[in-house]
């Protein structure tokens, strides 16, 4: 059976993917912060995967917790198949980057391009020796040619080093089987995150003509991480619906 690792896989868009990722068969062990009732939901609502899943409680933004997720994941199903970076905190308010606190600075850096950094310290190794791998990471619409993005800009320098860090690592790592992808989610909001796509409603903004949903993004994860999409690796996936999310905000 193919395991599966995912940050902050227990609500919104991460929680689709882990539902997705068991009924395709896989195993599961998922990252949480803090939320212990979403959690604990997630196993109660998946009951019948419960020999398929686990729950590690950590904080991304430190090593060490990052060391014992990968560490309680290897130990209790031997291998992992694929690792989905989920999680990566963003900071709402807008603010400009003069305006940004240090804090929030280091929390952006550390949450989505540090963490990475450790995940794949840890994980690699073990895809090396199965000769298997599937590394998925979250960007945002554009990444790949390192946009500015109003009152964003240290979420969005974080972004686009890691999808530079994403793309390195397809190239270093193709000769073991392993690939790296990034997915781009677009204006995906409130209980969207969690619904299907039969679900999805006309937002009035939308090209494709409906919201986007959570489905839509574990559709892309399982066909990234899919033993036959080896060619597909160095990739950035936009799944935006052909909405302009980036230009929504301009100073007036």
């Not at 690792?5 to 949480?32: F, N």
């Not at 390192?146 to 974080?158: K, Q, S």
């Not at 995906?188 to 494709?208: F, H, R, S, W, Y």
Request: one cysteine or more; aromatic letters at 8%.
């Amino acid at each position: 059976m193919r395991h599966a690792v995912i940050t902050a896989g227990s609500k919104g868009l991460g929680r689709k993917t882990t539902e997705a990722l068991l009924k395709e068969g896989y195993s599961v062990t998922v990252q949480y912060r803090s939320d212990k009732e979403a959690a604990e939901k997630l196993l109660h609502d998946l009951a019948p995967y419960k020999d398929h899943i686990q729950l590690v409680q950590g904080d991304v933004q430190q090593k060490e917790d990052l060391i014992t997720l990968i560490d309680k994941a290897y130990n209790s199903f031997g291998r992992i198949d694929v690792l989905v970076l989920n999680a990566g905190p963003y900071i709402f308010e807008h603010a400009t980057l003069a305006d940004y606190e240090e804090e929030d600075w280091h929390a952006m850096i550390n949450g989505n391009l540090n963490a990475a950094f450790y995940l794949l310290k840890q994980t690699i190794p073990i895809m090396r020796k199965q000769k298997f791998g599937r590394i998925i990471t979250f960007g945002f619409q554009d990444v790949m040619h390192t946009p500015g993005w109003l009152y964003r800009a240290p979420f969005a320098a974080a972004k686009v080093g890691l999808a530079s860090l994403t793309k390195s690592i397809s190239i270093e790592e193709a000769s073991n089987g392993i690939t790296a992808n990034m997915i781009c989610p677009g204006e995906i909001l409130g209980e969207m995150k969690e619904a299907n796509i039969e679900d999805a409603t006309d937002d009035g903004k939308t090209p494709v003509g409906r919201s986007g949903t959570g489905e839509d993004i574990s559709r892309a994860v399982l066909f990234l991480a899919d033993e036959k999409a080896g060619l597909m690796t160095g990739s950035v996936i936009e799944v935006t619906g052909g909405l302009d999310v980036l230009h929504k905000n301009r100073i007036k």
